[in-house]
């Protein structure tokens, strides 16, 4: 288990999942939250100044920061602040047939001929948004829109100031003791109640800035590949996991049976760490209204000169990654990798020669 850090969760503080029922909570309750099959422990909830939430940060595992005020000036912000003043640029909104917003990289759809994506990006206007969303929560029915949009200077003034006055101070220091590389984007997301990013990883580090609404975060570590069964590298959804939570195909994803997460429900003014390659299910909850998340994405401190065995579980994954990258390019054809790397394995690796 890649958590190793003994940070004993305070009960009263902190949510549990499946696996404990019934806690009480701030500002949301049990019955807001998705059903699963798997249990979970909590997220420890820290001040940034307790130095456990240093440390839990140092061995690259999640934690929720109570009190960071790195978004401070953004709390006021709901969709009337935002419509007065997020100007006029253009917007990616994703319309969804449910409510899970399952990724895809649009660069890798010629890889994968006939796949077809559950959800369309479009771009609009933040008023068009605006419309679409009341019109879908008017209706109720299964469509749903979801804002996923990197914050540029194409944003009014008043959000410039708001986005000035971050706890820059705080951050930058963050990134500077992990020597973690440049930040790479602010993404502004703002969901209906109910919206669900399905689990995956990304390749970057992830400060999470919960503004407005609860959001329930299920975060599993990089050791809990084989439960997860990520796409190949080279499909859209490369990264993101084949299991349908709602209804998972044990035949087909059998070790999901021994998936165990780490969950909080994040609400205005926490900040979630998501350490890099720690995968993440994400869901605005149920009868919760609007949500709006701002992420700080760095990259990864480089290589450390001196590798350390044994290697940890990102790094293996890292690897994994290089490798069907690799086979890929040298086979010439990303559906040729399967068969090549099935031809290696078949008989000479899947017992014990010991
Ligand atoms: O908030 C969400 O729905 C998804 C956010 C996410 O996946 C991320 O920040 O990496």
Redesign the pocket.
Known sequence: MAAATAVEADPAASEGGAASPGVQSRGWDQDQLRKYSFPTKAIPRLSHTDPRAEMLINNEEPVVLTDTNLVYPALKWDIAYLQENIGNGDFSVYIAENHKFLYYDEKKMSNFENFVPKSQRTEMKFSEFVDKMHRMEEMRGEERVYLQQTLNDTVGKKIVVDFLGFNWNWINKQQAKRNWGQLTSN?L?I?MEGNV?PA?Y?EQQ?F?AQIKGH?RCILFPPDQFECLYPYPVHHPCDRQSQVDFDNPDYERFPNFKNVVGYEAVVGPGDVLY?PMYWW?H?ESLLNGGVTI?V?FWYKGAPTPKRIEYPLRAHQKVAIMRNIEKMLGEALGDPHEVGPLLKTMIKGRYEQDHS
Do not use: A, Q, R, V
């Open positions: 993404l997301l969901g990013t995956h990304d992830n999470f959001k998501i993440h994400i998340t992420n």
